[in-house]
Nanobody, 124 residues
């Protein structure tokens, strides 16, 4: 059974930092690209960042470029999202997802397995 579980969300003031973690089990993790998405109330789910299976290729949404960093540790079946200089507009539920697709897909439909999400709230 495949499981994807996010952790690390919380409440922080603008300018602060959070580190999200995502643990995947039930798969050969090194065969999967990983992505982070977010969804704010009343808005569609949007792409945040993705990393390929080996970790050598990463991509970011323009809105988070330079502030967020995605990384992975295949030995531990983990992927991380370091979020710095957080802004109130970063407030959302953040989802981790994994896919067998090659590269770093930006579209949600490309992903095979999803976590339940973790809430990030940034106050001004």
């Amino acid at each position: 059974q495949v499981q994807v579980v996010e952790s690390g969300g919380g409440s922080v003031q603008a300018g602060g930092s959070l580190r999200l973690s995502c643990a995947a089990s039930g798969v050969t993790f090194g065969n999967y690209a990983c992505g982070w998405f977010r969804q704010a109330p009343g808005k569609e789910r949007e792409f945040v960042s993705a990393i390929n299976w080996g970790g050598g290729t990463t991509v970011y949404a323009d809105s988070v470029k330079g502030r967020f960093t995605i990384s992975r540790l295949n030995a531990n079946n983990m992927v991380y999202l370091q979020m710095n200089s957080l802004k109130p507009e970063d407030t959302a539920v953040y989802y981790c997802a994994i896919t067998r697709e090659l590269g770093v897909p930006r579209w949600p439909s490309a992903y095979d397995y999803w976590g339940q999400g973790t809430q990030v709230t940034v106050s001004s």
